[in-house]
């Protein structure tokens, strides 16, 4: 057996008592508490991002594709199945699925209350499985191939000032000339807690728009393009522009929502500037604790080189007693991160207010790869710290080490 690790093992905090023993707890808890809120606030700040931008992807696509107009941007400009873009879509690796849209602006009129919304009609491509995680009554359309259907989404939001749930009749007037109107049936409320959605989207057949403008089966007001992997949407923004017609524009929809993504991105710095502080602190309780251990086996230290140990070898003694509070401290704060990580992901028990949160639970998001690298990190960054106050050994006279009290 390494007799470093040996001498390690009898001096570690199962086989000492008293002051030692205390010392190595406190190491173990400031290890273990540490990489614990660190793995709790990953989660956590992952399943925001995740969540949210999951809603604004579900209800909008990753790219929207759409005519040039320099005209009212809340009345689509209508562009035509037929394009060379719609019809080859498929040929575009990353590209999952396409549906088209339109949206026309118009007052909701409840019995007390009027409310402007936009009409987002959606056709028989919108993909609905997607949408089903916002569907909280109700719900969703069903398209009739042979005339528009008068059934309509409305966000929670809108059925609370109008008064509306999901059964009743209601008419929304458009502003056209002449003006026109429609009788919906509520069949479905969704909500996302977003207010760019809640506060102003109701969403219907794409086939009322087409006769409320006249347009020809064909038309559209534009498609919501998702991709596989949305964390790409950036890299695939300039290839997928070079394969729509000339006259389609592509919106990428964290720009058209910037303030959304902004936000998001500021939780982000939060996690970095976390992640440092959490480094900082191990790192120098670390080095503090192993200087307190080797003075008080300043003693031992001065017969181990009486014996002829050489420095290296008694080095190595404080550095296995460091990696071995170094892993029970990181399976520790494992457990409890990991483990509080499973209770709210599956529990949900602690609730948010989604006024300010736009959810009303605390969400919770595994990304293996970061909680695995967090991991690592503070391994390596530790162990490396121990280096440091294991040089002092060097400096240990063993005639004066022996006489030390």
Do not use: C
Request: aromatic share 14%; charged share 20%; glycine share 8%.
């Amino acid at each position: 057996m390494n007799l470093s690790y040996f001498i390690a093992k009898r001096i570690s905090f199962k086989r000492t008592g008293g002051f030692t023993g205390t010392i190595h707890n406190i190491a173990v808890a400031s290890i273990s508490i540490g990489l614990a809120i660190l793995l709790i606030a990953f989660l956590i700040l992952g399943g925001f991002r995740h969540v949210i931008a999951e809603k604004v992807f579900s209800f909008t696509g990753h790219y929207q594709v759409h005519r040039f107009s320099a005209g009212n941007i809340l009345d689509d400009t209508p562009t035509s199945k037929n394009s060379q873009f719609y019809n080859n879509y498929q040929d575009i690796p990353y590209i999952s699925h396409v549906q088209e849209f339109a949206q026309k602006p118009g007052l909701l009129k409840g019995d007390e209350e009027v409310e402007g919304v936009i009409l987002k009609g959606v056709g028989e491509s919108y993909d609905v499985a997607t949408f089903s995680t916002s569907l909280k009554e109700g719900r969703f359309i069903n398209f009739d191939d042979q005339a528009a259907s008068n059934e309509i989404l409305i966000s929670r939001t809108i059925s609370n000032k109008l008064l509306l749930a999901v059964g009743d009749k209601i008419t929304m007037y458009f502003v056209q000339d002449p003006p026109r109107f429609r009788r919906f049936e509520v069949v479905g409320i969704y909500e996302t807690f977003l207010e760019d959605f809640d506060d102003r989207i109701i969403i219907g057949d794409i086939q009322t728009i087409r006769n409320l403008n006249g347009w020809s089966k064909d038309k559209v007001g534009g498609f919501e393009v998702f991709i596989n992997d949305p964390k790409k949407i950036d890299q695939y923004a300039d290839d997928f522009y070079d394969w729509v017609d000339y006259d389609l524009n592509v919106v990428k929809v964290t720009d058209k929502y910037i303030q959304i993504f902004d936000w998001l991105l500021l939780l982000n710095n939060n996690v970095y500037v976390f992640l440092v502080l959490i480094l900082f602190v191990a790192a120098f309780n670390m080095v503090s604790i192993l200087f307190i251990l080797i003075m008080e086996r300043t003693q031992m230290i001065g017969i181990l080189k009486a014996l002829g140990s050489r420095n290296r070898q008694i080095r190595r003694i404080f550095v296995w007693n460091g990696i071995r509070i170094i892993g029970r401290g990181m399976l520790i704060g494992n457990l409890v991160g990991l483990g509080f990580g499973f209770l709210q992901d599956h529990f949900r028990l602690i609730k948010l207010d989604p006024e300010n949160y736009y959810m009303d639970y605390v969400p919770v998001h595994w990304e293996w790869p970061y909680l695995i690298g967090i991991n690592i990190l503070i391994l390596v960054v530790t162990t490396a710290v121990l280096f440091i106050p294991a040089m002092m050994i060097a400096n240990v006279k063993p005639i004066k080490a022996i006489r030390f009290d």
